[in-house]
Nanobody
Framework: QVQLVESGGGLVQAGGSLRLSCAAS????????MGWFRQAPGKEREFVAA????????YYADSVKGRFTISRDNAKNTVSLQMNSLKPEDTAVYYC???????????????WGQGTQVTVSS
């Protein structure tokens, strides 16, 4: 079974930083795109960032471009999301997910973690 476990969430003041990590098991990690999504209360889950299997291509939502950085370590089966200059509107549950496609489309991600809460206070 594929398992994705996120960690690193928490409470931070606006302007601060957090680093999220996602540990994967159960499939050949290096074969798949990894993505980060987030869901705020009352809102749909939205794309945040994605990284191709090799790490050579990365994609970001406009709202986080220049502030967030996605990276992966295929030797350790982990993907990370470095979040800088955090804003209150970044508050959400953050999920990592895996896909066989290089995509930003939520529907094409087939396995999901349980999520980690990020709260940014003003």
């Amino acid at each position: 079974q594929v398992q994705l476990v996120e960690s690193g969430g928490g409470l931070v003041q606006a302007g601060g930083s957090l680093r999220l990590s996602c540990a994967a098991s159960g499939r050949t990690f290096s074969d798949y795109t990894m993505g980060w999504f987030r869901q705020a209360p009352g809102k749909e889950r939205e794309f945040v960032a994605a990284i191709s299997w090799s790490g050579g291509s990365t994609y970001y939502a406009d709202s986080v471009k220049g502030r967030f950085t996605i990276s992966r370590d295929n030797a350790k089966n982990t993907v990370s999301l470095q979040m800088n200059s955090l804003k209150p509107e970044d508050t959400a549950v953050y999920y990592c997910a895996t896909s066989t496609e290089v995509t930003m489309m939520r529907q094409l991600y087939d396995y999901w973690g349980q999520g980690t809460q990020v709260t940014v206070s003003s």
